[in-house]
Nanobody, 124 residues
Framework: QVQLVESGGGLVQAGGSLRLSCAAS????????ISWFRQAPGKEREFVAG????????YYTDSVKGRFTISRDNAKNTAYLQMNSLKPEDTAVYYC?????????????????WGQGTQVTVSS
């Protein structure tokens, strides 16, 4: 079992930055794929970024490439999403999710564990 707790959300002006954290319980955190998803009001949950156990070869949705960076610190059982140059369209609840190593980082249905979400609001 893995429990995930997100933090770091908030209200920021367009062009600003936030860093989200995803703290995990469990001694096997280092073996899990971690992805970030987001869901805006009235929209479906969408993939944002994913990273494998080693932290290499992260994946991003096109709309955040060059602005967001996903990373992880397995020693701290924590994953991060650094978000720069934020835009109003980035406003959403952000969720981290974990699954046993495998591909398809962007398919929400493949993830076994989810956090409760953290709200990110970007004002124009």
């Amino acid at each position: 079992q893995v429990q995930l707790v997100e933090s770091g959300g908030g209200l920021v002006q367009a062009g600003g930055s936030l860093r989200l954290s995803c703290a995990a319980s469990g001694r096997t955190f280092g073996s899990y794929v971690i992805s970030w998803f987001r869901q805006a009001p009235g929209k479906e949950r969408e993939f944002v970024a994913g990273i494998n156990w080693s932290g290499r070869n992260p994946y991003y949705t096109d709309s955040v490439k060059g602005r967001f960076t996903i990373s992880r610190d397995n020693a701290k059982n924590t994953a991060y999403l650094q978000m720069n140059s934020l835009k109003p369209e980035d406003t959403a609840v952000y969720y981290c999710a974990a699954k046993v190593a495998g591909g398809n980082y962007g398919y929400a249905g493949a993830f076994d564990y989810w956090g409760q979400g953290t709200q990110v609001t970007v004002s124009s």
